[in-house]
T-cell receptor
Framework: EAGVVQSPRYKIIEKKQPVAFWCNPI?????LYWYLQNLGQGPELLIR????????DSQLPKDRFSAERLKGVDSTLKIQPAELGDSAVYLC??????????????FGPGTRLTVL | GNSVTQMEGPVTLSEEAFLTINCTYT??????LFWYVQYPGEGLQLLLK?????DKGSNKGFEATYRKETTSFHLEKGSVQVSDSAVYFC????????????FGKGTTLSVSS
């Protein structure tokens, strides 16, 4: 079974430029998460989707960040415009309801963003 | 609010040494507890989990026991290997489907031969 796929793995941009990250969750997983991981820190939730609905976006900085999950499968996270402080690793994770493993989240490899 | 506190690293050990990484938590209700591992250049991988008090999670020689009385979930391994060098994260989630994980800051383990 394929794991969570993210692309790109690395991205370097100049400040004020836009950037987008893509995530494809594990097949059949209806819950999708985007986390932000700063250097030397644990991941922190940005947004959580149940199918195509964003059910928790309270930590998403909505002035510059946006996300979508059309059709309840793939998801895209966008930053516009990027700031120096956005340099971090952006992690995508997914989990499945209706199984005995509903609280286990499976993570992708992440996208490492560097803003110059 | 809910939180996780891990011992600060780095932890440096020789091969075959005993490992303990301390983790304590603050939570309302009865959370599920997790240890994730992040190898260099890779994403987070679930190492083990426990969903209720006194449960012991185990995997690849690692163990952790859910201690409600001390609100702890310490990670242990009897004999570490060089290949165990990684960053280890303790995490909790409210015990219901689809809630976000709350992570500790991570502990870097370096094992030398």
């Amino acid at each position: 079974e394929a794991g969570v796929v993210q692309s790109p793995r690395y991205k370097i941009i100049e400040k004020k430029q836009p950037v987008a990250f893509w995530c494809n969750p594990i097949s059949g997983h209806n819950t999708l998460y985007w986390y932000l991981q700063n250097l030397g820190q644990g991941p922190e939730l940005l947004i959580r989707y149940e199918n195509e609905e964003a059910v928790d976006d309270s930590q998403l900085p909505k002035d510059r960040f946006s996300a979508e999950r059309l059709k309840g499968v793939d998801s895209t996270l966008k930053i516009q415009p990027a700031e120096l402080g956005d340099s971090a690793v952006y992690l995508c994770a997914s989990s499945a309801e209706g199984t005995g493993d509903t609280d286990t989240q499976y993570f992708g490899p992440g996208t490492r963003l560097t803003v110059l | 609010g809910n939180s996780v506190t891990q011992m600060e690293g780095p932890v440096t050990l020789s091969e075959e040494a005993f490992l303990t990484i301390n983790c304590t938590y603050t939570a309302t209700g009865y959370p599920s507890l997790f240890w994730y591992v992040q190898y260099p250049g890779e994403g987070l991988q679930l190492l083990l989990k426990a969903t209720k008090a006194d449960d012991k999670g185990s995997n690849k020689g690692f163990e952790a026991t859910y201690r409600k009385e001390t609100t702890s979930f310490h990670l242990e391994k009897g004999s570490v290997q060089v290949s165990d060098s990684a960053v280890y994260f303790c995490a909790l989630s409210e015990n219901q489907a689809g809630t976000a994980l709350i992570f500790g800051k991570g502990t870097t383990l370096s094992v030398s031969s």
